[in-house]
């Protein structure tokens, strides 16, 4: 389970996510919000914007070969409150993760922070039958975008296999966006990636409970 805030959220991890779906694994790409609030429609409304990057998030999943699902709240307004973390948590124990896949607990936009709470909460939630009925008490790992202040262990995942994903990705935003970011410096970005683990291209995350060891390494 991959769990992000806004459409477009997820192109950091969609080479990961495809991977796991090429596999046979189910793979699901939940959204908090629709994104309404997104700066670059100018004065479209705000339900109209919402529409658009709906489809947006429908598209880019049918690309990586996952399901999805929108979570019913107001873009700008994620707080991590127990209201959405119990949303969450009613999914998870739907969906069954072994992995749950987020945003940092650092980031500047208030809505990423927001959605790294409330998985945080959630992932404990889930496990509570009288709130979520079936509860899913199988340890779930966590991993979050990488930032480097945070001491945790990095985990490097080799996208190489999916990167053309991941690259589809990128360019139907950018195509749609018009970033000034383009698909080379992504490219190179990712490359620069992969040299850090000894492989073409690469996805980066961190967890805060690293895998045990049998033994002493």
Do not use: N
């Given at each position: 389970?991959?769990?992000?805030?806004?459409?477009?959220?997820?192109i950091g991890?969609?080479g990961?996510?495809?991977?796991?779906?090429?596999?046979?694994?189910?793979v699901?790409l939940v959204w908090?919000t629709?994104?309404?609030?997104?700066?670059?429609?100018?004065?479209?409304?705000?339900?109209?914007?919402?529409?658009?990057?709906?489809g947006?998030?429908?598209?880019?999943?049918?690309?990586i070969?996952a399901?999805?699902?929108?979570l019913?709240?107001?873009?700008?307004?994620?707080?991590?409150?127990?209201?959405?973390a119990?949303?969450?948590?009613r999914?998870?124990?739907?969906?069954?993760?072994?992995?749950?896949?987020?945003?940092?607990?650092?980031?500047?936009?208030?809505?990423?922070?927001?959605?790294h709470?409330?998985?945080?909460?959630?992932?404990?939630?889930?496990?509570?039958?009288?709130?979520v009925?079936?509860?899913?008490?199988?340890p779930?790992r966590l991993?979050?975008?990488?930032?480097?202040?945070?001491?945790?262990?990095?985990?490097?995942?080799?996208?190489?296999?999916t990167?053309?994903?991941?690259?589809?990705?990128?360019?139907?935003?950018?195509?749609?966006?018009?970033?000034p970011?383009?698909?080379?410096?992504?490219?190179?970005?990712?490359?620069?990636?992969?040299?850090?683990?000894?492989?073409?291209?690469?996805?980066?995350?961190?967890?805060?409970?690293?895998?045990?060891?049998?033994?002493?390494?």
């Amino acid at each position: 389970m991959a769990v992000f805030a806004h459409p477009d959220d997820e192109i950091g991890a969609s080479g990961t996510l495809a991977l796991h779906a090429r596999r046979g694994d189910r793979v699901l790409l939940v959204w908090m919000t629709k994104g309404g609030l997104a700066s670059q429609f100018g004065e479209l409304e705000e339900d109209r914007v919402a529409e658009i990057r709906e489809g947006h998030g429908a598209h880019v999943a049918r690309l990586i070969g996952a399901e999805y699902r929108f979570l019913p709240f107001r873009d700008t307004f994620l707080t991590g409150s127990r209201e959405e973390a119990l949303a969450l948590a009613r999914l998870m124990a739907e969906f069954r993760p072994d992995a749950v896949i987020t945003w940092d607990p650092l980031d500047v936009h208030p809505d990423h922070r927001a959605t790294h709470q409330a998985v945080l909460s959630a992932l404990k939630l889930c496990r509570i039958p009288k709130l979520v009925e079936e509860a899913h008490r199988e340890p779930v790992r966590l991993y979050h975008y990488p930032r480097r202040e945070l001491y945790r262990p990095m985990i490097y995942v080799d996208v190489t296999e999916t990167e053309e994903v991941a690259e589809a990705v990128f360019g139907f935003y950018q195509g749609f966006y018009r970033w000034p970011f383009t698909l080379e410096e992504f490219r190179a970005r990712r490359r620069l990636r992969g040299r850090e683990t000894g492989v073409p291209f690469a996805e980066a995350f961190q967890t805060d409970s690293p895998p045990a060891w049998p033994a002493l390494p």
